[in-house]
């Protein structure tokens, strides 16, 4: 028994110091190589630079004896991986830029952490079944006895059910005052843009009395948004919109909806083994997630019911209620067009993952092939009916020739390592860590082969692109992804032993959140303290907007007005940015910006008049002949 226990020992060991060194490559061979140049480079000179650097072939060689030594030696095994990283890290440094920071928060993260994640504890399931095939089941089962009493003594001081609620309320409602309260102020001092919060705005409005997602301010014309992005679970919230119609009412939706994901979440963390205590914590990390808040902080979306939806079939999954993840999966592919992608790479890791039944796998199978058939549907339906898919902004360092979408996919097939190129440059080393450090590294360092398949929506949708609002915390193209990385997150913590180290780690994460919200998010309060400041100007901006909206209602006319001031006339049936319309009956401009003020001028050459000004504020102007012209 005790040579099996010992073989396991080492067998453990030597998978730790493989992992280690899979990670010393990826820091070395590719990260120290791209700043080591000190400029953006093409593949091909990438390519050259491998060849002709001798510093990175030094790097390679050792990290290669690094490796071989980590199998002979335990020390090097225990620090080699450290040591590689403080080299690289030193390498970064001496030749500036932003991945010296990074890689240093980095450094201290892993050295903070406990050998369980470290020396590679994850991987005993593993070994555990490799024993079992050779006959070494009662070793096995007393390392499951052992684990079983560490939990047990860890769960003498679980929280109480009422304690989790409470702290989950708590939570809940420190979250919905500042998440809500910023965007709501932010709206109140006219600073929610046309692009998008406008263009929603209008089109509930039109999907209330009309019944169809129909919009001015988005293309210069009449034209339903769904020509632009497939998203029928926008009709989920109508309802409550009806009741209240008004643009506040969305954004109170987003932040009760992403509120709301602590509840699948919260099963999610039980229903792997967390104790509630450890979910009460987790719970509290997503609520204090900045990049959560963040992408609360742009108006609204529709890609915020990703979250929730999202949370909500993988919960249904691991509580095998299939038939009811089936109808959240519908939910999720009813967001966008390309949620099918989110819930592709879902069903991909369900149908792979260890410890999954016959059934959850069928399923699992079954799902993706819908989903690869919906996308593609979806696709051609905005294609034929619409003005096609954004794939050519977003992705056009991956286009040639004709362009296209079947171009782009196939220059990326074709060139793997411009991929490399675009997804590690240096300006998305600040968005991987803002996305990984309010976890403590955890889905990195705790991440195994299967789960790589989760990270696949972050590569394709936040690294792979162009578009800098994609690898951008304050906007939307984040709620998908977040999902994924609290969910590794909590996969990682039921594989520890130890019950008060996961409840340790996750109130980590919570401070963490709280401390990187301040500092990415702290200036947000500047909208309330603007409009306190200036509250008289805006009621009487408002008291002139809900003029220009009757008067445009009642004679059916046509507004042109500043990005700033779109969403405030939501009513309108014919409303346009100012340069969507070169003829309009109304114009309202935002004095605010120094365009705005030029703009008046010509239409007052043009023969506009002024109907109501407030100086260095706004103006509202109108063709000759209208009312009070």
Sequence with gaps: MAEVVEAGKQNREKNAAVLASAFQALCIVLCAQSFMSGSVFSPEEMITDWITAGDIWLSVFLWMLCFFLSLRF?????????????????????????????LALLFLAYLACPEEIKRGRGLRKRAGTRRKEEGGQGEAEAEKGEKSARQAEGLAGDWSRRRLVTATAIGAAVFLAAAGGITVFRYLEFRSPGFDFGIFAQMFEQMRTTGLPLTTCERGRSLSHFAVHFSP???????????????????????????????????????????????????????????LTGGCLYDF??????????????????????????????????VKEDAAIYLLCASLYLAVRPGAERRERVFAVVLSCFCVLYFFGAVAYVSSHGLGTLATVHYSQYETGEGGFGNIIANILQNPLHVIWVAFRQEKWLYLLQMFAPLLFLPLIGLKKTQMILLAPMLLFNLMTDYSYQYNIDFQYQFGTLVFLFYITVQVLAGMDREQLQGLLACGMTAAGLLLFVIFHGDRTVYLERWLENQENYGKAEEILAQVREEAEE????????????????????????????????????LRYAEAKELSLEYQKQGYKIREELPGFLVWLSEPGQSGG
């Design 233 to 291: 679970a926008l009709y989920f919230l109508l309802p409550v919109y009806c009741i209240f119609p008004h643009p506040l009412t969305l954004v109170c939706l987003q932040v009760a909806g992403l509120a709301l994901g602590v509840l699948p979440l919260g099963g999610l963390c039980r229903a792997l083994g967390l104790s509630r205590r450890t979910t009460g914590w987790m719970i509290l990390a997503y609520l204090a997630y900045p990049a």
């Design 555 to 590: 004679e059916n006319q046509t507004v042109a007005a500043s990005t700033m001031l779109l969403a405030h006339l939501w009513t309108v049936d014919e409303l346009y940015d100012t340069d969507q319309l070169e003829d309009p009956d109304q114009v309202v401009l935002d």
């Design 74 to 102: 335990e020390w090097v095994r225990r620090w080699g991986l450290s040591a590689a990283i403080a080299a690289v890290l030193m390498t970064a440094a001496a030749n500036g830029g932003g991945l010296g920071l990074t």
């Design 301 to 334: 979306h529709e890609n915020f019911m990703l979250t929730p939806f999202l949370l909500t079939f993988l919960y249904l999954v691991h509580t095998k209620r299939l038939r009811l993840a089936a109808l959240a999966a519908l939910c999720v592919l009813m």
